[in-house]
């Protein structure tokens, strides 16, 4: 079983950066979208940004024009890079990761935390 973990989280000061990235256990073949999600306390979990294979990406709404995502290989398949980072970015982010056989693989979360 592929496990994704991911890496890059802390703590940061409301305006810094940082830059997840996930690893997968072994290489993932057949990707086809990928994402990254968070949950804060007492909410739901929400999707942060998505990128299929072409290229397309998607942002959330609150993210837009801070954060980029980007793909990269069947190993270490997607990164999440976050600029100006504001309070209400704290959460555990995950990453997620769907197959052509409509296979969701999930990591286990990082914590961020934006506050001074």
């Known amino acids: 079983q592929v496990q994704l973990v991911e890496s890059g989280g802390g703590l940061v000061q409301p305006g810094g950066s940082l830059r997840l990235s996930c690893a997968a256990s072994r290489s993932i073949f057949g990707i086809v979208a990928m994402g990254w999600y968070r949950q804060a306390p007492g909410k739901q979990r929400e999707l942060v940004a998505s990128?299929?294979?072409?290229?397309?990406?998607n942002y959330a709404d609150s993210v837009k024009g801070r954060f980029t995502i980007s793909g990269d290989n069947a190993k270490n398949p997607v990164h999440l890079q976050m600029n100006s980072l504001k309070p209400e970015d704290t959460a555990v982010y995950y990453c997620?990761?769907?197959?052509?056989?409509?296979?969701?693989?999930w990591g286990q979360g990082t914590q961020v935390t934006v506050s001074s």
């Open positions: 997620h990761v769907r197959t052509s056989t409509g296979y969701d693989y």
């Open positions: 990128i299929i294979i072409g290229g397309t990406t």
